[in-house]
């Protein structure tokens, strides 16, 4: 898969929202594992299937609902805001967790903190989870989520080194619904299309 910067711009003007979306965020091509760790096809797909495995096992998310996103997935960054910035070594990698369980586990754990402590981030929180999902670098500045999420995760980003090869810091993001997925992927990409459209003009 062509993963030129040249080529993301002419799909993002090109093709619609839910086409771009399937091509570059939901389908199985991966630029972290076929261009970082220049790994052949097949290979790139079993890795993912390890990584998805891996948190499968120490999270019990479900197999299918664990996705690569970010740079990471297909070179660069796909934020209207940082101009297509290419994955670097000071990257992180972003997966998004699927998870209706998990994502109101960890809303109850910030729900109940706010009733005795000032909640850092309260209006991204907030804001997030009316948009059905919840950011880890957020949560993790609470004690009551960090203390949950901490215990469901244990040796969980030691394992994804060892047997994913991925060094880079991991970030993840909980969704309350496959539908909260697509909905904000789906406004980021309509806003950055509006800005390669406008900058072509």
């Known amino acids: 898969m062509d993963y030129s910067i ?14 771009f979306m399937m091509k570059y965020l939901l389908k199985s091509s991966n630029w972290y594992f076929s261009e970082y760790q220049s790994l052949e096809i097949q290979q790139a797909i079993e890795q993912m299937e390890g990584l998805k495995s891996i948190l499968n096992t120490k999270i019990g998310v ?12 297909v070179g660069c ?5 940082k101009n297509f ?6 990257s992180d990698i972003d997966i998004a967790i699927i998870s209706l369980k998990l994502f109101y586990e960890i809303w109850e754990k910030i729900r109940l903190a706010s009733l005795n402590e000032y909640i850092p981030y309260y ?7 009316f948009r059905g999902f919840i950011n880890e670098k957020h949560f993790t500045n609470i004690d009551l989520a960090r203390q949950h999420w901490g215990n ?3 040796g969980l980003n030691r394992c994804i080194s060892e047997e994913i090869k991925i060094y880079h810091p991991i970030n993840y993001r ?3 619904s496959w539908e909260d997925l697509e909905e904000y992927h789906l406004k980021g990409i309509n806003l950055l299309k509006k800005q390669v459209y406008g900058n072509n003009l």
């Open 77 to 81: 960054s796909l934020s209207p805001f």
């Open 152 to 154: 469901a995760t244990e």
């Open 85 to 90: 910035k290419p994955f670097d070594e000071k």
């Open 6 to 19: 040249k080529t993301i711009k002419t799909d993002i003007v090109n093709l619609s929202e839910k086409d």
């Open 62 to 73: 479900a197999f299918h609902n664990v996705l690569m996103v970010g740079s990471g997935k």
């Open 123 to 129: 209006n991204d929180i907030t804001s997030s989870v």
């Open 174 to 176: 909980i969704y309350r």
